[in-house]
Nanobody, 116 residues
Framework: QVQLVESGGGLVQPGGSLSLSCAAS????????MGWYRQAPGNQRELVAR???????NYADSVKGRFTISRDSAKNTVYLQMNSLTPEDTAVYYC??????????WGQGTQVTVSS
């Protein structure tokens, strides 16, 4: 069993910054991709940023230049640095680890609210 524990999130004013982290624990696994998704009320869950095991990255157009995904492989942890936040970034953010031979695992979700 693999568990993902997220931390970070909260309330921030427009233009502010927040950092999210997600640590994976469990029996031996090999990561294929790790990423962040978000879901706003009434919307489908969407990809925010993803990092592959070879170091490639994908970002949603709406966050390019503002968000940065990174990882600490030794700690099996993925981070999301979010800058220049806008109210449109308000959502529940979920981390995802896609593992070789083990499937896909999700974090519990953390609320990010951007409001003045």
């Amino acid at each position: 069993q693999v568990q993902l524990v997220e931390s970070g999130g909260g309330l921030v004013q427009p233009g502010g910054s927040l950092s999210l982290s997600c640590a994976a624990s469990g029996s031996s696994f090999v990561v294929k991709t790790m990423g962040w998704y978000r879901q706003a009320p009434g919307n489908q869950r969407e990809l925010v940023a993803r990092l592959t095991n070879t170091g490639g990255t994908n970002y949603a157009d709406s966050v390019k230049g503002r968000f940065t995904i990174s990882r600490d492989s030794a700690k099996n942890t993925v981070y999301l640095q979010m800058n220049s936040l806008t109210p449109e970034d308000t959502a529940v953010y979920y981390c995802n680890f896609d593992l070789f031979f083990r499937g896909s695992f999700w974090g519990q979700g953390t609320q990010v609210t951007v409001s003045s």
